[in-house]
């Protein structure tokens, strides 16, 4: 089934140096890709078979090669995806991997003449900067819509189990996940997720994967087929002044552990429920989440440097790194 032309909107919006958006967008235009994503049915009637369009979104062409970015829960559960070129090509995509714990997927397409888009360094935005979201909201077509860095950093907000976010207030509504967020310059920042709303539309509150974690986790999932992450077996809790006092405890930081996983890399170091973890490879400033991506941004059968305190005595110990199991993200 093929869908119809894709066409590309976008007004001549200046920024308030007299610089207008339009060079970036028209950079960007033919490196951002439209998706369909259909699933088979069959009749309860007579059994027969057919194709149903259950999802749209956006995506990002990063190679000449064929490679697409763009988000794990516009392509789940779909048996054909269809991407759509801003040139009106349109064909099928391969699925070479998923991503569930930060929303992202991989796919590739089998043409000549891509244009893959240029990348930018996510690291270097600072908040305020400007910012366009390109994508395919509500399937009406590529649009592109202006707005700047609202937040760096975005974690807690209960959309996936690793969350870096950048958000942003520019518009995205349904059908820009996996869409592009580019810098002024036309280069690639950000790969839209997820908007905040209780509407279902755009509020000025929408969220993206930073381009620097997106193609780290593009890479392992084309070498490995999957993302590859450390673990060490055991869960957290960050400690407070009034969790301190509470749990009469001796000091007013660091992270308590709650529980650890028997025979697991934490286990197998010394490290028992109840210590708090005052250090982690030196940081002494590490936030639950904080602890979680450290972690499992390790590759398995590194050691890493712990200090805590059990009791009322300070301790050092050394943790070999492991492979994080399937089913275990939420754990450290």
């Known amino acids: 089934m093929w869908l119809g032309t894709a066409f590309l909107f976008w007004q001549h919006y200046k920024n308030e140096s007299g610089q207008s958006f339009a060079s970036a967008a028209a950079k960007t235009a033919n490196s951002v890709v439209n998706i369909y994503t ?55 995509a391969q699925i070479i991997g998923t991503d569930p714990a930060t929303d992202l997927a991989v796919l590739k397409v089998n043409l000549d003449n891509l244009s893959p888009i240029s990348l930018g360094d996510s690291d270097q935005l600072m908040v305020g900067d400007q910012i366009l979201a390109i994508g395919n909201p509500f399937g009406i077509g590529q649009t592109v819509t202006a707005g700047i860095i609202s937040a760096k950093g975005r974690d807690s907000i209960g959309l996936n189990t690793y969350e870096n976010f950048l958000q942003t207030d520019a518009a995205i509504n349904p059908g820009n996940s996996g869409g592009a967020l580019v810098d002024l310059t036309g280069k690639l920042v950000g790969i839209s997720s997820a908007i905040y709303s209780s509407s279902g539309g755009s509020q000025g509150i929408g969220f993206a994967t930073p381009i620097n974690d997106a193609i780290s986790i593009m890479r392992s999932i084309i070498k490995n087929g999957s993302v590859i992450r450390g673990y ?101």
């Open 38 to 92: 259909f699933t088979n049915q069959t009749s309860p009637f007579n059994h027969s078979s057919s194709q149903k369009i259950t999802n749209l979104g956006s995506g990002v062409i990063i190679s000449e090669e064929g490679y697409v970015l763009t988000n794990h829960h516009v392509i789940q559960g779909a048996s054909t995806v269809i991407v759509s070129l801003n040139d009106q090509r349109q064909t099928r």
């Open 232 to 332: 060490l077996g055991l869960q957290v809790q960050e400690n407070n002044p009034q969790v301190a006092l509470a749990l009469n405890l001796p000091i007013e930081r660091g992270l308590i552990v709650t529980s650890i996983v028997p025979l697991g890399p934490a286990d197998k170091a010394g490290i028992r429920a109840g210590d708090i973890l005052t250090s982690i490879e030196k940081r002494t400033d590490l936030s639950a989440h904080d602890a979680q991506q450290l972690v499992s941004n390790l590759k398995p059968g590194e050691s890493i440097s712990i200090m805590g305190i059990r009791g009322t005595q300070s301790f050092i110990t050394q943790a070999l790194v492991e492979k994080l199991p399937a089913m275990q993200a939420v754990e450290q």
